[in-house]
């Protein structure tokens, strides 16, 4: 994920980059409704305050057996185990590879 201020006819825009839970890229942009002058501080706080609601977003998602929200780290979890009868044993162990190495520590932290 990564965020920008822009400055657009002396306002502060945050841009938003992040990856939804489809995978597809997406960016969402947002008056900060703060002027140019002697504001940078705190366009750059309202920055992170929206980069890090959307990173607890995408964390969250619903269990569809329950309905219950559940960590995404939990949901990858159960994904893996649901697909490993579906999948080579070498890209298994690929999958099982990268999520323990880099989404779980990521999520989890």
């Not at 929200?69 to 099982?96: M, P």
Request: aromatic content about 10%; hydrophobic content about 25%.
């Amino acid at each position: 994920m990564t965020g920008t201020l822009k400055i657009v006819n002396g306002t502060y825009y945050t841009y938003i980059n992040y990856v939804d839970e489809n995978g597809k890229r997406q960016q969402k942009t947002k008056s900060t409704g703060l002027p140019t002058k002697g504001n940078k501080g705190r366009a750059n706080a309202i920055l992170d305050e929206r980069k890090q609601a959307i990173a607890e977003g995408l964390t969250r998602r619903k269990n569809p057996n329950s309905g219950e929200n559940i960590r995404f780290s939990d949901w990858v979890r159960q994904w893996q185990e649901g697909a490993k009868r579906q999948l080579e044993l070498s890209t298994y162990e690929g999958y099982e590879i990268n999520t323990r190495n880099h989404i779980i520590p990521y999520f989890d932290a």
